[in-house]
T-cell receptor, first 115, second 109 residues
Framework: GAVVSQHPSRVICKSGTSVKIECRSLDFQATTMFWYRQFPKQSLMLMATSNEGSKATYEQGVEKDKFLINHASLTLSTLTVTSAHPEDSSFYIC???????????FGQGTRLTVV | SQQGEEDPQALSIQEGENATMNCSYKTSINNLQWYRQNSGRGLVHLILIRSNEREKHSGRLRVTLDTSKKSSSLLITASRAADTASYFCATDGGNQFYFGTGTSLTVIP
């Protein structure tokens, strides 16, 4: 199966700074990647769909200017949390849809703590 | 990382029938969640069951959890063609999040 690498796994940053999270598809080219956020003891919430070569599609309530997504190549999507605040502290995870739509492969996740 | 297993991998039923999917996991959990994914779309959260709960209902969905067997099942009653999708279980152990391999459900009109 496909391998998805997400980096970093943990990051602590100061309030007001920006943090970039990378999601790489190692086995195949992914035209679409998904970004999720999970608050403690809650479910994953889809934030946005990252489309290679075009703008990301954001879910309702997700600020596109705060969560910048770049999908510049078929193997890499990045999520940048800009001007991070403590309330942005969360677990962020990316996923890639497999060649068959029945497959989904997930990154290891990034635990962001904003202090 | 995906450490859960789901069965069956694929399921095809007639509209109106019930669909049952099973999920097994390996670690101790705080809760278990079920998601669906349509082709080209991201995961959509369906239902969350906590480790101290045994059964939960939401509309046509019924989820059971057996922590002694480290397993869960998702039952979709009176299936519809629109239920055709992939279904994933995910376990939240507090520090890490694990997904099952998914079950592809096809509901034939």
């Amino acid at each position: 199966g496909a391998v998805v690498s997400q980096h970093p796994s943990r990051v602590i940053c100061k309030s007001g700074t920006s943090v970039k999270i990378e999601c790489r598809s190692l086995d195949f080219q992914a035209t679409t990647m998904f970004w999720y956020r999970q608050f403690p003891k809650q479910s994953l919430m889809l934030m946005a769909t990252s489309n290679e070569g075009s703008k990301a599609t954001y879910e309702q309530g997700v600020e596109k200017d705060k969560f910048l997504i770049n999908h510049a190549s078929l193997t890499l999507s990045t999520l940048t949390v800009t001007s991070a605040h403590p309330e942005d502290s969360s677990f962020y995870i990316c996923s890639v849809e497999g060649r068959r739509h029945t497959e989904a492969f997930f990154g290891q996740g990034t635990r962001l703590t904003v202090v | 990382s995906q450490q859960g297993e789901e069965d069956p991998q694929a399921l095809s039923i007639q509209e109106g029938e019930n669909a049952t999917m099973n999920c097994s996991y390996k670690t101790s959990i705080n809760n278990l969640q079920w998601y669906r994914q349509n082709s080209g779309r991201g995961l959509v959260h369906l239902i969350l069951i906590r480790s101290n709960e045994r059964e939960k209902h939401s509309g046509r969905l019924r989820v059971t959890l057996d922590t002694s067997k480290k397993s869960s099942s998702l039952l979709i009653t009176a299936s519809r063609a629109a239920d055709t999708a992939s279904y994933f279980c995910a376990t939240d152990g507090g520090n890490q999040f694990y997904f099952g391999t998914g079950t592809s459900l096809t509901v034939i009109p």
